[in-house]
Nanobody
C-alpha cells in the first residue's frame, strides 16, 4: 500500500498561484501513475492531472491546460502540481492518488489516465484550495 500526503493548499486570490506537493512512501513498484484529483462541494471528484513514473509522461484535463504543470522528483518520491492563473472554479479539495498505468498500443508507452477514479488504488487525505477575492 502506498501512503500519500498532500500539502500546499490554501486561500489565494483569482489570478494567483499555488504549488501542491504529494509525498509518497511505501512504494514497492517503479511503474505507476500519480494523479491529482479535485472535488468541489456538491460535485463529483474529477481528474486534474497525472504523471507516469516510467517516462514522466503527463496528462491534463482541458480546463487546466496551460495553467497547471505536474512534475515529479524521483529522489524525494514527491509529485508537484504547480497551479497558476487560478480561478474561483478551481476551488475544491485536491487529492493525490497512486494508480495503474495503461499500455498505449499505438505508441508502446505506458500512460496515466484521468478517466476514472477506479484506476487509482491509494489516496491521500486531501488539501483544500480556495480561490476567492
Amino acid at each position: 500500500q502506498v501512503q500519500l500526503a498532500e500539502s500546499g493548499g490554501g486561500l489565494v486570490q483569482p489570478g494567483g498561484s499555488l504549488r501542491l506537493s504529494c509525498a509518497a512512501s511505501g512504494v514497492t513498484s517503479n511503474d505507476y501513475a500519480i494523479g491529482w484529483f479535485r472535488q468541489a462541494p456538491g460535485r463529483e471528484r474529477e481528474g486534474v492531472s497525472c504523471i507516469s513514473t516510467t517516462d514522466d509522461g503527463t496528462a491534463y484535463v482541458d480546463s487546466v491546460k496551460g495553467r497547471f504543470t505536474i512534475t515529479r522528483d524521483s529522489t524525494k518520491n514527491t509529485v508537484y502540481l504547480q497551479m497558476a492563473s487560478l480561478k474561483p472554479e478551481d476551488t475544491g479539495v485536491y487529492y493525490c492518488a497512486a494508480g495503474f498505468l495503461f499500455h498505449a498500443v499505438t505508441t508502446g508507452r505506458y500512460v496515466c489516465t484521468l478517466g476514472s477514479t477506479d484506476e487509482y488504488f491509494d489516496w491521500g487525505q486531501g488539501t483544500q484550495v480556495t480561490v476567492s477575492s
